[in-house]
C-alpha cells in the first residue's frame, strides 16, 4: 500500500516567517502535485513536480521533487495571512489512469 | 470555464437512512472522480469513472455506495443506508483525457454530510 505522510500536520507562524513542510514515502511516485484547500472548498493545484530532483517556483513558493522520487518539499519565504490553508500532497502511478494517493495534509496559519 | 459543480452543499441525515450526492464536471473532461475526505485526513479516491465506464472502485465500499455516470458526463453517489463513520466531506473531481497520468484534477467544493 502507498502512503504519503505529510509533516508537520499542524504549523502556526507569524507573517514574515519562511517555512518548510515535507512530504514523504517508501514509494515511487510518478509525480508529486500539490494542492492547497481552504475551509469550505476543494483542493486547488498549485504545482506537479515530475522528474527527480526539479525544483519549480511559484511567487514566495519553492517545491522540491526528491532525487529518487519519493519525497517533495515545499518552503514558503515571506508568508502572508493569505498563505493559510491546507497543504496537501499527491503522489501519483503510472499506467494510464492518473490516480492520485493523497498525505493528511500540513494545516497552516499565519497571523499578522 | 465553468468549474465542478457540487449540490447540496450541506446534508444532516440520521444512521441508516439514505442520501445522493450530484456532481457535475467540467465541460469536456472525461475522467470523474469521487473521494471522501474525513475530518482531519487527505482525500481517499472511492471511484473513478473514464467516460461513463468505472476504472477503479476498490475503495468504493459497495454495500453500502453506489455511483453511476450516465451518459459520460453527470454522476452521482448514493448510501444506502449511512452509517455515523459516513460523516464527511464528498469531493468530486474532473480532468480532462484518458489514458494519461499527471493531469490535474479540477475540485468541486464538495458536500459536507453529517450523520446523527
Known amino acids: 500500500t502507498q502512503l504519503l505522510e505529510q509533516s508537520p500536520q499542524f504549523l502556526s507562524i507569524q507573517e514574515g516567517e519562511n517555512l518548510t513542510v515535507y512530504c514523504n514515502s517508501s514509494?515511487?511516485?510518478?509525480?508529486l502535485q500539490w494542492y492547497r484547500q481552504e475551509p469550505g472548498e476543494g483542493p486547488v493545484l498549485l504545482v506537479t513536480?515530475?522528474?527527480?530532483?526539479e525544483v519549480k517556483k511559484l511567487k514566495r513558493l519553492t517545491f522540491q521533487f526528491g532525487d529518487a522520487r519519493k519525497d517533495s518539499s515545499l518552503h514558503i519565504t515571506a508568508a502572508q495571512p493569505g498563505d493559510t490553508g491546507l497543504y496537501l500532497c499527491?503522489?501519483?502511478?503510472?499506467?494510464?489512469?492518473?490516480?492520485?494517493?493523497f498525505g493528511a495534509g500540513t494545516r497552516l496559519a499565519v497571523h499578522p | 470555464e465553468a468549474g465542478v459543480a457540487q449540490s447540496p452543499r450541506y446534508k444532516i441525515i440520521e444512521k441508516r437512512q439514505s442520501v445522493a450526492f450530484w456532481c457535475n464536471p467540467i465541460?469536456?473532461?472525461?475522467?470523474l472522480y469521487w473521494y471522501q475526505q474525513i475530518l482531519g485526513q487527505g482525500p481517499k479516491l472511492l471511484i473513478q469513472?473514464?467516460?461513463?465506464?468505472?476504472?477503479?472502485d476498490s475503495q468504493l465500499p459497495k454495500d453500502r455506495f453506489s455511483a453511476e455516470r450516465l451518459k459520460g458526463v453527470d454522476s452521482t453517489l448514493k448510501i444506502q443506508p449511512a452509517k455515523l463513520e459516513d460523516s464527511a466531506v464528498y469531493l468530486c473531481?474532473?480532468?480532462?483525457?484518458?489514458?494519461?497520468?499527471?493531469?490535474?484534477?479540477?475540485f468541486g467544493d464538495g458536500t459536507r454530510l453529517s450523520i446523527l
Open positions: 514509494s515511487v511516485f510518478s509525480s
Open positions: 465541460s469536456g473532461h472525461a475522467t
Open positions: 499527491a503522489g501519483a502511478g503510472s499506467g494510464g489512469y492518473n490516480k492520485l494517493i
Open positions: 469513472f473514464q467516460n461513463n465506464g468505472v476504472v477503479d
Open positions: 513536480v515530475v522528474t527527480g530532483g
Open positions: 473531481a474532473s480532468s480532462l483525457g484518458v489514458g494519461l497520468d499527471n493531469q490535474p484534477q479540477h
